[in-house]
């Protein structure tokens, strides 16, 4: 695989880890915000409340986004684990300068189902979402994806 493609993949990989975690997170924050109790970490409840003034989203779009959230929880959690399980794995195949190729492509094979599992539960939340939106507030979702896209890349190719 050529370089460029290496960090292409790797930049999609990484965002796609960042974009799922943070709504899909497991992890309980103690922060009032609007999406407070959603099981979503801090830095990812200060985002989808930045997101939900920037689309002037109703009380009942957040609770419909809400219960959207909670209801993906469940399948979301143990990709969440697992990932975590599988970057444990790779730690300790590596450990000590070791390296056995079978097992870290095993590892990095597994880890790539994962992801690509949790990828698509990311789509499906964002398209159940999609659906509480305005077409006007759809406009502005995908400008807002845009600009969090564009700082991306200059972040990770700079």
Known sequence: MKTTTKRIVIVASIAAVLVAG???????????GRFAGTGVP????????????????SDEQEAQIKAILEAE????????????????????????????????KAIADKQGETLAALIVEKERVKTQIYAVLTP????????????IEDRMKQHFTE
């Not at 943070?22 to 009032?32: D, E, G, L, M």
């Not at 469940?74 to 794995?89: D, G, S, T």
């Not at 006007?136 to 600009?147: I, L, V």
């Open 136 to 147: 006007e507030q759809r406009a502005k979702a995908e400008q807002f994806r845009s600009r």
């Open 42 to 57: 801090a830095f990812a409840q200060k985002f989808l409340d930045r997101a939900s003034i920037f689309l002037s989203l």
């Open 73 to 104: 929880k469940p399948k979301v959690q143990p990709l969440i684990a697992e990932l975590a399980a599988n970057r444990k794995a790779l730690q300790e195949a590596t450990d000590n300068g070791t390296f056995n190729e079978a097992a870290v």
């Open 22 to 32: 943070s709504v899909f997170a497991f992890a309980q924050s103690h922060r009032a």
